[in-house]
């Protein structure tokens, strides 16, 4: 049964809970549990192993000597026969439960043109009449670049309300019956942060951008708690799958996710695990919530929270010092008014919660760099570890801010390989000039920790190395890379998906490396990513995901 009092506590609670364990696990006649011996051991630590063991869930031993020494009968000694083991990915930013539920929504973005695209809109709203169609996602960039409307999908849909995401989850496709449900006309205004768009003769389009998506959904029933337990729990597979053994959640909206996996987690070990940040606005409720029960333990954390100061490059609401290249009429949208982030994000970090913000643009990033060394002026020193989400497009001179001030830059490598196909459109050639700015960001001394923005970008980490080392654009029109001298290394981008990471949520002392004390989440690869032709880390397959010293995922491979 789970204990709620024991798994929910402090920090300090924790640690004096895995004190008696580490004492009988380190002992030298202790047998070990599981041994993966015969592989190829990157550590994280810099320096090369072969072989692991493990007690409990916990790395006892490292190196072939070490680990022999402890195998007994009842060890399970796993031949990795030159198979590459490593820390277990970490994600630094999903939308878990959007991305877990678009697992079984048609794939709208390997689609060609128009016509394809309202074919596989039909074929699912025949699957499922009448229900609310949210998901999979588009990109109007590869059907032509013509932005859909309502009027694309209204025939293949009269009875059935879609609100579906642009891959950038900034902007939904709604056809008319979730405009009528919603009440959204001609005469809606554009709420604050957001855009409704709107045709020649001023009819909204069923396009809705950043906050106006709200307008839509407001009106869209909720799941049942089954419903999401069971979507979460294929995005636990499908993670699994991926070599991951923990995602980040950074959610600036609602606590449906967090709620879902409050429940899971009340039901015994998730498989996997979990940092949750809930919105910033709900900070005093936040800080009820570990004041009364703690930050949760290493499988469901919380204490993080989320904002954004601005929308997306795509949907031309990143938010620009000056005006876009192929829109004059515009520098972006602030999602959250700069007042009411500024009072938030003091009164939050004086209450000791953990911060994160979406910025995008040159001027968001900025801003929010302003207010982070606002609040640590007014509430004194302390190891905060703010991070920025994205980071996508900042001012040269500004790249040196994040290693002065110790803010985390939380990047997506795909981004750039995708966004590089039109985003010199956006914001022209010199702009170009600090966007997606990996390489430097890490050359200035900054922490920059990767992930994927699933379900915006895929969620399997060896494409977003592939991304990070190679900048191949999606369209093969970069064969040698797009802005090639923000490329980063493979072992530049493990450390960014483990060691970095583990930093970022607060873990490095037990999460990240492979070492004696750590937790025993484990990612074994077929072939060394650090030694093959960098074209082949698309083809690098997961044999074994190890979470707390149990496998998870075993590939057919393995």
């Known amino acids: 049964m789970f204990d709620r009092r024991r798994f929910l506590g402090s920090g300090t609670a924790l640690a004096a809970m895995s004190i008696p364990f580490a004492r009988s696990a380190f002992a030298a006649d202790t047998p070990l549990d599981c041994a993966l011996v015969g592989g190829k051991v990157w550590t994280g630590t810099g320096v090369r192993s072969d072989a692991i063991g493990i007690v409990g869930d916990r790395i006892v031993a490292v190196g072939a000597d070490a680990v022999k020494a402890r195998i007994s009968a009842s060890t399970r000694v796993v031949d990795l026969a030159g198979a590459f083991a490593m820390p277990a990915f970490t994600d630094n930013h999903t939308h878990f439960l959007m991305g877990s539920d678009t697992l079984s929504q048609p794939d709208l973005l390997n689609v060609g043109n128009r016509a394809e695209f309202v074919a596989r809109i039909a074929a699912a709203v025949q699957a499922h009449p009448g229900d609310w169609l949210l998901g999979g996602s588009w990109d109007e960039q590869r059907i032509g670049g013509e932005l859909p409307t309502r009027d694309w999908i209204d025939a293949v849909s009269p009875n059935t309300p879609i609100a579906i995401p642009r891959t950038d989850l900034h902007s939904f496709l709604c056809n008319s019956v979730a405009l009528k449900l919603a009440g959204i006309t001609r005469d809606t205004p554009d709420p604050a942060g957001g855009v409704i768009v709107r045709d020649a003769k001023g009819e909204p389009t069923g396009v809705l951008k950043d906050n106006a998506k709200a307008l839509v959904k407001r009106v869209i029933p909720p799941l049942t708690h089954r419903q999401l337990e069971a979507s979460l729990r294929g995005g636990i597979a499908h993670s699994l799958k991926c070599g991951i053994a923990q995602v980040h959640i950074p959610d600036p909206f609602d606590w449906d996710c967090f709620d879902a996996l409050r429940r899971l987690r009340a039901k015994g070990e998730t498989d996997m695990r979990f940092y949750n940040f809930v919105p910033l606005r709900d900070w005093e409720k936040m800080a009820a919530l570990v004041k009364a029960e703690g930050r949760g333990d290493d499988w469901l954390r919380w204490g993080g929270l989320k904002a954004l100061v601005d929308g997306s490059l795509g949907a031309r609401t990143a938010l620009f010092h000056d005006p876009y290249t192929d829109d004059p009429h515009t520098r972006g949208v602030r999602v959250m008014p700069l007042d009411e982030l500024r009072e938030a994000v003091i009164a939050a970090d004086r209450a000791g919660l953990h911060i994160t913000v979406h910025a995008i643009g040159d001027e968001a990033n900025d801003d929010i760099l302003d207010l982070y060394a606002e609040a640590e002026a007014l509430n004194g020193k302390r190891d905060r570890r703010f991070r920025v989400e994205h980071a996508q497009h900042i001012a040269p001179a500004t790249i040196p801010r994040f290693a002065r001030q110790k803010v985390i830059a939380s990047v997506q490598p795909y981004h750039a390989v995708d966004d590089g196909r039109w985003a010199v459109k956006r914001i022209g050639e010199k702009r170009l ?112 995901t190890i979470v707390g010293g149990r496998e998870r995922y075993t590939g057919a491979g393995a």
């Open 433 to 544: 000039n600090g966007t997606y700015a990996f390489a430097s960001l890490m050359k200035s001394g900054a922490t920059v920790t990767f992930g994927s923005d699933w379900p915006v970008a895929p969620l399997s980490p060896m494409a977003g190395i592939h991304a990070a080392v190679t900048r191949r654009t999606i369209d093969g029109a970069n064969p040698e890379g797009w802005l090639p001298d923000q490329k980063v290394t493979v072992e530049q981008s493990l450390t960014a998906y483990t060691v970095a990471n583990a930093y970022a949520g607060f873990q490095e002392d037990r999460l990240g490396r492979i070492a004696p004390g750590f937790l025993a989440d484990i990612t074994v690869l077929d072939s060394d990513p650090t030694t093959i032709d960098p074209e082949r880390l698309l083809k690098v397959e997961v044999l074994r």
